[in-house]
C-alpha cells in the first residue's frame, strides 16, 4: 500500500509540472511562429509588434527573436533598441561579431562591460534556468519528505539527512541564483558621476554603448560598477537589459 501511494505522488507530479510548462510553451510558441511568419512575409512593423509583447509582457524571448528585433530597429534607424538587442543577444551568444556590430551601430571604437569568462557563462546558464532548478529541488524535498512520513522513518535522523540537503539547496538556489542587474548606455553622452548629484565628483564621460552592471537605484540616478568602483549615471541614459 504505502508503494502504491509513493508511486501516486511521483507520477500525479511529474504529470502536472509537464502539464503546466506544455501550456505555457504552447502560448508562447504560437505567438512567436506568427510572429516569424510575418517577419519571413516582410512584415516587419507587425512582427516586430508581436515581438515586442512577447519580450515586455510575457518576459520570453529565443536568441533569433532578438536577432530579429535587432534587425528590424537597424532598419528603422533605432540604433538605440538594436543595440539593446543585441546586447541581450550577447549574453546568450557571446562572440566578437555581435560587439563589432553593436560597436558599428554605436560609432564605438571600444566598449566596456563585455567581457565574458567560461565561469561567467556557466553561472548565467543557471541563472537562467534559476525557476525550474528551484521548482524541481522544492519537488525533490517534497517527495522525500512524503516518504520519510509513509515510511515512517521520521523519528530516525539519517532519514532526514537528504531532506536536509534539499532544504539547504533550495535556499541557495531561490536566494543565490539572481543574475546581477545589467544596462546599456544609451544617451550621447553621458555623464558618470562619483555621487548621485549633479555636484559630485566628475568620473568620465562617454558615449552609448557600454554594458554596466546596476548595484542599487537612488532617486533619480543608478548606482552602477564602473572600472571596479562605484559610480553614478542618471537613469534615463541606460535601458535595463
Request: charged share 20%; glycine share 4%.
Amino acid at each position: 500500500m504505502p508503494n502504491i501511494k509513493r508511486n501516486f505522488i511521483i507520477k500525479f507530479s511529474i504529470f502536472l509540472i509537464v502539464i503546466l510548462q506544455s501550456i505555457n510553451c504552447q502560448a508562447n510558441n504560437e505567438k512567436l511562429i506568427l510572429a516569424d511568419s510575418l517577419f519571413n512575409a516582410k512584415s516587419y512593423q507587425e512582427a516586430y509588434n508581436l515581438y515586442t509583447d512577447i519580450l515586455q509582457n510575457e518576459d520570453a524571448y529565443s536568441p533569433a527573436m532578438l536577432l530579429k528585433m535587432a534587425y528590424i530597429t537597424e532598419g528603422m534607424g533605432n540604433y538605440e533598441d538594436a543595440s539593446l538587442y543585441l546586447s541581450k543577444y550577447y549574453d546568450h551568444n557571446p562572440s566578437p561579431k555581435v560587439i563589432s556590430k553593436i560597436k558599428s551601430l554605436t560609432d564605438q571604437p571600444e566598449l566596456k562591460g563585455y567581457t565574458f569568462s567560461d565561469k561567467a557563462q556557466f553561472f548565467k546558464l543557471l541563472t537562467d534556468h534559476q525557476q525550474p532548478i528551484t521548482g524541481t529541488l522544492a519537488l525533490l524535498l517534497i517527495i522525500s519528505l512524503i516518504l520519510v512520513l509513509v515510511k515512517k522513518k521520521a523519528n530516525k535522523p539519517k532519514y532526514l539527512i537528504p531532506s536536509m540537503i534539499l532544504v539547504a539547496l533550495v535556499f541557495l538556489s531561490n536566494n543565490l541564483l539572481n543574475a546581477p542587474q545589467t544596462g546599456i548606455i544609451k544617451e550621447s553622452p553621458t555623464i558618470i558621476m562619483g555621487g548621485p548629484t549633479a555636484a559630485g565628483k566628475f568620473i568620465d564621460k562617454v558615449n552609448p554603448g557600454h554594458r554596466v552592471i546596476i548595484k542599487s537605484s537612488e532617486d533619480i540616478w543608478y548606482r552602477i560598477d564602473w572600472n571596479g568602483q562605484d559610480a553614478y549615471v542618471k537613469k534615463e541614459a541606460i535601458s535595463k537589459l
